[in-house]
T-cell receptor, first 116, second 115 residues
Framework: NAGVTQTPKFQVLKTGQSMTLQCAQDMNHEYMSWYRQDPGMGLRLIHYSVGAGITDQGEVPNGYNVSRSTTEDFPLRLLSAAPSQTSVYFCASSYSAGSPMNTEAFFGQGTRLTVV | AQKITQTQPGMFVQEKEAVTLDCTYDTSDPSYGLFWYKQPSSGEMIFLIYQGSYDQQNATEGRYSLNFQKARKSANLVISASQLGDSAMYFC????????????FGDGTTLTVKP
């Protein structure tokens, strides 16, 4: 059971380059999210999706784009990489059950991105 | 304003002893869920325990329990009988309402278990 798969695991970019971080889940979860984790800090929400075709901004969306054309995939695009985007990026998925939502987030292994 | 506050950047505990990791939260939504995750040095995020705002009893999962004090807006994680493998970063997180895509995380507490 693959769960949430992120690729690549490591990436080095030059300032100004663009790239896409891939995220796929095979659990048929409605909700998917992207977080960044800076050294010694918690996770901050970049963008999230509540279903195919529906996305919304989180706490730190600037410099990132997302789309959700299928339930399974939720890629994160860096438009023009900056050193401030050096971070570990986590993709997560979840499903709805009850109110309040009592289902945990399932995380990918993370992508360590360095922008030089 | 920060919605999740973890005031202990680092904690030490002796093997086999219990330890409490603090978490306070802030929300005006009456419906919310509180989660604890463990992040070992390998980097993955591991779900530990959940507490819902309407739950009358404190959550327990094996050696983990959550001391939920709603009026004080605190949701402390208690780890009993600490093991060396418990050494990790621990994050408290909150999800408000019915949106399972949005979680707010604290800055974490690094727990070190001493032999």
């Amino acid at each position: 059971n693959a769960g949430v798969t992120q690729t690549p695991k490591f990436q080095v970019l030059k300032t100004g380059q663009s790239m896409t971080l891939q995220c796929a889940q095979d659990m048929n979860h409605e909700y998917m999210s992207w977080y960044r984790q800076d050294p010694g800090m918690g996770l901050r929400l970049i963008h999230y999706s509540v279903g195919a075709g529906i996305t919304d901004q989180g706490e730190v969306p600037n410099g990132y784009n997302v789309s959700r054309s299928t339930t399974e995939d939720f890629p994160l695009r860096l438009l023009s990489a900056a050193p401030s985007q050096t971070s570990v990026y986590f993709c997560a998925s979840s499903y709805s059950a009850g109110s309040p939502m009592n289902t945990e987030a399932f995380f990918g292994q993370g992508t360590r991105l360095t922008v030089v | 304003a920060q919605k999740i506050t973890q005031t202990q950047p680092g904690m030490f505990v002796q093997e086999k002893e219990a330890v409490t990791l603090d978490c306070t939260y802030d929300t005006s939504d009456p419906s919310y869920g509180l989660f604890w995750y463990k992040q070992p040095s390998s980097g993955e995020m591991i779900f530990l325990i959940y507490q819902g705002s309407y739950d009358q009893q404190n959550a327990t999962e094996g050696r983990y329990s959550l001391n939920f004090q709603k009026a004080r807006k605190s949701a402390n994680l208690v780890i009993s009988a600490s093991q060396l493998g418990d050494s990790a970063m621990y994050f408290c997180a909150m999800r408000e309402g019915t949106n399972a895509g949005k979680s707010t995380f604290g800055d974490g507490t690094t727990l070190t278990v001493k032999p």
